[in-house]
T-cell receptor
Framework: DTEVTQTPKHLVMGMTNKKSLKCEQH?????MYWYKQKAKKPPELMFV???????INESVPSRFSPECPNSSLLNLHLHALQPEDSALYLC????????????FGPGTRLTVL | GESVGLHLPTLSVQEGDNSIINCAYS??????FIWYKQESGKGPQFIID?????DKRQGQRVTVLLNKTVKHLSLQIAATQPGDSAVYFC????????????FGQGTILTVHP
């Protein structure tokens, strides 16, 4: 298995809803990432988990809450989002070490109404 | 702040031509560079990488050149095909940063049959 999977593919939610995005990989990668990508822009890093511990939080608002239950799974819990949070949310993973590429999932297209 | 950027936002070529996509970076501490291809509705896909101690690397139909003197990176695609149409991002990594990718702004490549 050489891919990163993300569910759901699309998500529409209201500003008072609570939802979660899920990411999974079975490549034995111990670093996992969440990125946010707005239309016609590059991905922007949100969070990095290394060996299931949160290593980087790029000053993301608390309405986004990441979780890494085990080495294969990464979740992003969403609560009280704003319309400007609508974007493509990408998950990625990589082997530890400097010279290793990140493998990206297909993303979850999130729309906040 | 320091960032990775691109000279040209769009590039149109004819099928069979060679394409060159450029990228300027400003962080001399970057250890590793990656080119990604992103097709519409998909996550970024790894194309080729290069370490900072190299100046050229070749793959299948693609070549990456790194000029550390002028902090410039380029991606050359030989015999460009319609399937190469996508957005291309360069990205840099600083070795101690948990693999944190900093992306350039992206170039839209359109290949005409």
């Amino acid at each position: 298995d050489t891919e990163v999977t993300q569910t759901p593919k699309h998500l529409v939610m209201g500003m008072t809803n609570k939802k979660s995005l899920k990411c999974e990989q079975h490549m034995g990668h111990r670093a996992m990432y969440w990125y946010k990508q707005k239309a016609k822009k590059p991905p922007e890093l949100m969070f990095v988990y290394s060996y299931e511990k949160l290593s980087i939080n790029e000053s993301v608002p608390s309405r986004f809450s990441p979780e890494c239950p085990n080495s294969s799974l990464l979740n992003l819990h969403l609560h009280a989002l704003q319309p400007e949070d609508s974007a493509l949310y990408l998950c990625a993973s990589r082997l530890a070490g400097t010279y290793n590429e990140q493998f990206f999932g297909p993303g979850t297209r999130l729309t906040v109404l | 702040g320091e960032s990775v950027g691109l000279h040209l936002p769009t590039l149109s070529v004819q099928e069979g031509d060679n394409s060159i996509i450029n990228c300027a970076y400003s962080n001399s501490a970057s250890d590793y560079f990656i080119w990604y291809k992103q097709e519409s509705g998909k996550g970024p896909q790894f194309i080729i990488d290069i370490r900072s101690n190299m100046d050229k690397r070749q793959g299948q139909r693609v070549t990456v050149l790194l000029n550390k003197t002028v902090k410039h990176l380029s991606l050359q695609i030989a015999a460009t095909q319609p399937g190469d149409s996508a957005v291309y991002f360069c990205a840099e990594i600083i070795g101690t940063s948990y693999g944190k990718l900093t992306f350039g702004q992206g170039t839209i490549l359109t290949v005409h049959p």
